[in-house]
């Protein structure tokens, strides 16, 4: 009896959910703790039509064009099917009523209670009611025998009762369950049910007992060694030879009650409890709900009883061609099997039980109703005795107990996701979207008065909108800025088809069509920039150009998912393998065109959530390729800028955070990185939307699942990786030859740096120094520098070495990059720098040595942007706080002598004032200094900021020196390249005459400088205006202490 899981679906809102089939099969009816009963025309209907019939729905009952609900306001309604419309009250209770159920005959109805009622209801005449009294507790079921002579009902009490419907009295009582005092607390529902024939099932914790009428005797108990949690529903097959039943822990389990053999199980996909089952009138099919409100189907179940007699000789006879093939099928059994465990069997040694419990091979074990086992009637006779009225109809026990044989409880393989169109709704239904992205809008409506395709542009001055007559019955299309492209899958005369409108074509031919060749069908399709590309049945990839050339054609490595294209990208999802125990497995592959081709990725897994499947593929609208899986998660690629580091999938939402239910869900149509957008429809109980009324498309802000995002610190980290994610595409674009926003490119660096120095602050406030080296590690040279005066204003010396030593690596890694390119930002950087070392040493000159340092009773500086912006505070720090209007002198950076002077005076300070130094011991490096910065020649941009520095003072007078700097740098980048060029020859020719006229200056005047005192050649160097070399301006933060 081989089955198909269907997948599940939301049908109602999280509670207690039941369904039944109507009387032909056509439909699936459900109702929810929503109030809601909804009529599916089948499971992939995402347009039910829907009956409100109060606040909770509890139970329901379909017959005969009659359908009964009971409803959280104490009463029994009836509407008619399938219109819905209102057909009055049958009957009202004190309480909730808790189950209802017709008989045979559709006449009556039988309605349990939570006020401990039974009543029996005539349909006609809903006066005529017969009360069943004798419950002490709320009933769980009731049931009908199938001669309408007696009533069968549980209830928390613990009881299950059989009532004699006329008398109105108890023929017998079963004191079987666990007693509770509501039916929210029962442990089981204990959905009784009533064969078809002569036998009450009444689920009984982890086993089915089977009572035979008249006699109230039980006869046999049904039971399965996977079953460890209660049953919680039961329901005979149509034929009254089969018996299905549900349990709390998911399991679904079908017996053969004739032999008591599991022929089936399976697992509910996610473990929920199983709260109602339904069997289809034709006996193929079972409907069945969970309490988190979703509906699910077993499909392809066959009544058949008939086996060849040949026995199964060896264990690996189970697995014959048909299993094989159904293995290889989309549709699987997602049966719960592992692990070589004994189970009960029949009396052939040689008999197994396969892995969907089946029974495969037995001989003369199931037989037809032609061909009895003499034996097993003859036995059967003998233990129960004749009963005319119920011959045929027999549950045969078994004879003997039943040997051990093992069975397999291994992973089992997941049935593979289906080819889909991202952007599209299911095909099946009348009214669809076949795409929807970010250039238009595709629909298809195929009903009785139409069967056509519009196509609608969002920017109309791409194309005007146009209505296309659908004679060929495409199901797939694309859109994009040249083109629509749409596919219709083969029939037994037609072959495959491709259409393509290329509407940007400058000639008068703008559509053309091509054949797949005889039997291979289109199963994905996608549009690029000059380019199409189709996936086919037969694992092949083939590429068109935008005007029908056959361009190439390549081999898929597996059966194909989807496609999506954007320029010259094309990214294909496949099946890599067969996946296990609900997940897929999925590979990817990203090529790229054009003059250089290259495939970025290739055959690596897509990552998705456990046990999800891919529901939408396509590329942001600044070509990064994206994907969101069925939990909600949307994943995006951060390309590799590096040889050896791999491209990776970084998850920047989670849609499912925003929705109110769980059946809500968000339909994707488009990402976008700047801005920042997920753009997206919500769908409440649907997975996708309706074509009318107009959807409107929702904006869902990105965040990053960094751990405790609650925090200040998570919070600012969140938002750093975020924006380096989402501005990566800068590089990407520029290396592919686009153009880019260089004005956004320079906010973004400007908003990571920003983010990394209140990071540091923040370091700093939780006394976190080696965290804040970390931070300064991702921090560009300028940064480092406001990092390293927020340090020294803050008495972290150690942290202000260490970040000078980074500062010094940096800027050579700059000076390393080349003085051409990167002669404008290493010429600010000296500036920067030197600015930032007469602060830092302005902190480190304390006369008062005796005191200790300030910094352990300072508190720390919280303003952060303020401290970036401002070159100097107002109220001096350290010592210079006794001389408020005298500017600290700046010493020679070189590393000191060693001196007994020195050394007698310091042994007890940790940073010697510059004023205790001799000048004799200060004025070899004020020389080394000179020679230093006379050898270096001035760059274009310091002598087109000499020229210019008035002008912007002018302009900005508030401006200190190193945001005068900084409006430089920026006035001067703006100039063209030949501007800048003529500059930097201008600061070539300018410093060779300099550095002649300075070199007769030192001959002529060098004894005279020796001479002057160090005031003298203080002074001289704070009137200079080019800046010191960097290393020697930094060796200031290598001094002793000693």
Known sequence: MPCERKPMRYGHSEGHTEVCFDDTGEFIVTCGSDGDVRIWKGLD??????????????????????????????????????????????????????????????????????????????????????????????????????????????????????????????????????????????????????????YLAVPVDTKVHLYKRGSWEQVSTLSDDLLTQPINVVAWSPCGQFLAAGSV??????????????????????????????WHPSGSQIAYTDTEGCLGLLDGLSTSTSVPNTPAKDYDDLFDNDDDDRLMDEGLSDTNSPVKKPAAGDDDDDDFMPVTGRVRNRGA??????????????????????????????????AAPLPFRPIYEGPLPTPPQKAFQPGSTPAHLMHRFMMWNSVGIVRSYND?????IDVEFHDTAVHHAMHLTNSLGHTMADISQEAVLLACPSTDELASKLQCLHFSSWDTNKEWMVDLPRGEDAKALCLGQGWMAVATSTLMLRLFSIGGLQREIVSLPGPVVCLAGHGQQLLIVYHRATGFDGEQSLGVQLLQFGR???????????PLSQKSYLSWLGFTAEGTPCYVDSDGVVRMLK?????????????????????????????????????????????????????????AVAILPFKLPLCQTATEKGQMEEQFWRSVLFYNHYSFLSSSGYEIDEDGQRQSQKEQQELLMKMFALSCKLEREFRCVELAELMTQNVVTLAIRYASRSRRLALAQRLSEI???????????????????????????????????????????????????????????????????????????????????????????????????????????????????????????????????????QLWLEENRKSIVADHPDLEETDIIKEAMGRFRTLSAEERLTWTERAKGHTGDAAELKKRKRVEGGDVENENGQAEADENNAKKKKSLDPSSKLSAFAFNRT
């Open 45 to 198: 209907d995402d347009d039910p039509k829907f009956i409100t019939v109060g606040e909770k729905a509890y139970s329901l009952a379909l017959k005969n064009g009659k359908l009964v609900t009971a409803s959280s306001n104490n009463t029994v309604q009836i509407h008619t099917f399938p219109d819905g419309d209102p057909d009055g009250i049958l009957t009202r209770f004190t309480a909730s009523a808790t189950h209802v159920t017709f008989n045979s005959s559709s006449s009556r109805v039988a309605a349990g209670s939570s006020d401990f009622m039974v009543k029996v209801v005539e349909v006609s005449d809903s006066s005529q009611q017969k009360t069943l009294r004798g419950h002490e507790a709320p009933v769980l079921s009731v049931t009908f025998d199938p001669k309408d002579d007696f009533l069968a009902s549980a209830s928390c009490d613990g009881s299950v009762v059989v009532w004699n419907i006329e008398e109105q009295t108890q023929v017998i009582s079963w004191p079987l369950l666990q007693k509770t005092n509501d039916v929210s607390n029962a442990k089981s529902l204990c959905r009784l049910s009533w064969q078809p024939g002569l």
């Open 249 to 278: 822990g998911g399991l679904l389990t079908m017996w053969d009650v004739n032999s008591k053999l599991c022929v089936e199980r399976c697992k509910h996909e996610k473990g929920f409890t199983v709260c109602c089952l339904a």
């Open 365 to 398: 074990i199931l037989d037809d109703e032609n061909s009895l086992d003499t034996g097993s009637l003859k036995l059967g006779q003998e233990k129960f005795g004749d009963d005319d009225d119920d011959a045929g109809s027999a549950v045969v026990p078994a």
């Open 448 to 452: 009785e008065q139409d069967n056509a």
């Open 596 to 606: 250089r081709k290259k495939q970025i990725i290739n055959g690596e897994p897509l």
């Open 639 to 695: 390309r590799s800028l590096g040889k050896n580091l791999g491209n990776r999938w970084t998850p920047v939402c989670n849609t499912r955070e925003t929705c109110k239910s769980k059946s809500d869900h968000y339909w994707v149509v488009g990402v976008h990185e700047n801005p920042q957008q997920l753009r997206c429809i919500p769908c409440k109980g649907s997975r996708y939307p309706p074509t009318l009324p107009r959807p």
């Open 807 to 941: 500062a010094l690596e940096k800027a050579n890694e700059l000076q390393e990059e080349g003085p051409e390119e990167q002669e404008d930002e290493y010429s600010i950087v000296r500036l920067l720098i030197g600015r930032m070392v007469k602060i830092l040493m302005a902190c480190v000159q304390v006369p008062d040595l005796g005191k200790p340092p300030a910094s352990s009773g300072q508190p720390r500086v919280t303003n952060i942007l303020d401290n970036m912006m401002s070159s100097r505070k107002s109220t001096p720090l350290g010592g210079s706080a006794g001389r408020p209007n005298k500017s600290p002198v700046l010493k020679p950076l070189a590393p000191r002598p060693k001196s007994k002077a020195v050394s007698k005076k310091t042994q007890e300070s940790t940073e010697p004032a510059a004023e205790q130094q001799k000048p004799p011991d200060i004025r070899p490096p004020a020389s080394t200094a000179d020679n230093t910065e006379n050898k270096r020649p001035k760059t274009g941009f």
